[in-house]
């Protein structure tokens, strides 16, 4: 297992059904493959990019179901494909540019008190911050997703892909735990949050000079 310190944030290269974290008082906010058996399908300019399906884990849906119930904090993106408790507090990431083969929003399950809420965010608007993973979320629908929690000590990723997740937690100035499995993405999350945490300190030390 290798781990990195990058600022606040600690990121594994793991599988986080080997990695035994106390989530009593952390906010879990993930997006998991979704379920069993799940294969990602690239899309067509995945494929262009020679983008391989990748086989998930299929013990992951137990993983994602127990550490749902043992966060302070859950908010699940994809969370209707796993057996979650029922909640009134879904949040919907609604993509008005969504091709006709495509979902035209996607769910996230959470444990939170609070009514449905949704974000608009158009898929094209990403094309200039993608990193290479085939299911990168977008920054602000990650940052958006942070502002429903309660105070938590840190912001945990089991599934941390190419690092979203924690660029947002860096942001908002919340301790960061991350976990990836497959070295490519784990490196491309080591990147992408170095550099988050590298931007906040200068904002930090341009204010100090102030
Ligand atoms: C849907 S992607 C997350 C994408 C991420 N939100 C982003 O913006 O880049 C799910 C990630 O979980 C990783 N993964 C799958 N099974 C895992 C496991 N058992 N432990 C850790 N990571 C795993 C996959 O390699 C994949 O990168």
Redesign the pocket.
């Known amino acids: 297992m290798r781990i990195e310190t990058i600022g606040s944030a600690t990121l594994y290269h793991a599988?986080?059904?080997d990695v035994d974290l106390d989530l009593s008082r952390v906010g879990l906010v993930t997006?998991?493959?979704y379920g069993i058996n799940y294969a990602s399908r690239p899309s067509k300019w995945q494929r262009r990019a020679s983008m391989e399906p990748r086989t998930?884990?299929e013990k992951?849906a137990e993983g994602v179901e127990g550490m749902a119930e043992r966060a302070l904090a859950s908010i699940i993106w994809g969370g209707n494909h796993y057996s979650l408790p029922p909640t009134c507090s879904w949040l919907a990431w609604i993509k008005p540019d969504a091709p006709p083969s495509n979902g035209q929003f996607e769910m996230a399950w959470t444990s939170l008190d609070h009514l449905t809420r949704y974000f608009m965010f158009h898929i094209g608007s990403m094309n200039p911050h993608r990193c290479g993973?085939p299911?990168?979320?977008p920054l602000s629908l990650m940052a958006w997703s942070l502002t429903f929690l309660p105070e938590v000590d840190a912001i945990v990723d089991?599934?941390?892909?190419?690092?979203?997740?924690g660029i947002a937690a860096v942001h908002a100035g919340l301790p960061f735990i991350g976990?990836?499995?497959?070295a490519d993405?784990f490196d491309q999350a080591c990147e992408r949050i170095a550099l988050a945490a590298n931007d906040e300190q200068r904002i930090a030390a341009s204010g100090r000079m102030l």
């Open positions: 599988d986080c059904l997006d998991p493959p998930w884990d992951i993973h299911n990168q979320k089991p599934f941390m892909g190419s690092g979203t997740t976990i990836e499995r497959e993405y």
